[in-house]
């Protein structure tokens, strides 16, 4: 079982790796990619994504493929951690 922490943690890498994804493709990344840079099963990724749904960190249209985006609360929480790790 993960901590509030490591949850925290790990939402930031998915937002990090959907921020990357939309900046050099122009579309979100996929479950598998995420899976792989993140070392986790693709099960683990969807259970973080449907947490980070239901906490209002991103949003998807589940009749659409690569439909993933990061809502304002997603942004701001990407923000404050990039912010923390520049005050570092």
Not at 71 to 81: I, K, N, V
């Amino acid at each position: 079982m993960l901590t509030p922490k490591q949850w925290r943690d790990r939402y930031i890498q998915i937002l990090t790796l959907i921020d990357q994804s939309l900046n050099s493709r122009g579309c979100p990344p996929t479950l598998e990619s995420m899976s792989t840079s993140l070392y986790l099963s693709k099960a683990s990724v969807q259970v973080a994504l449907v947490h980070m749904q239901r906490a209002g960190l991103v949003n998807w249209d589940r009749h659409r493929p690569q439909s993933l985006w990061v809502t304002t609360d997603g942004f701001r929480l990407y923000e404050e951690a990039t912010d923390d790790d520049a005050k570092k």
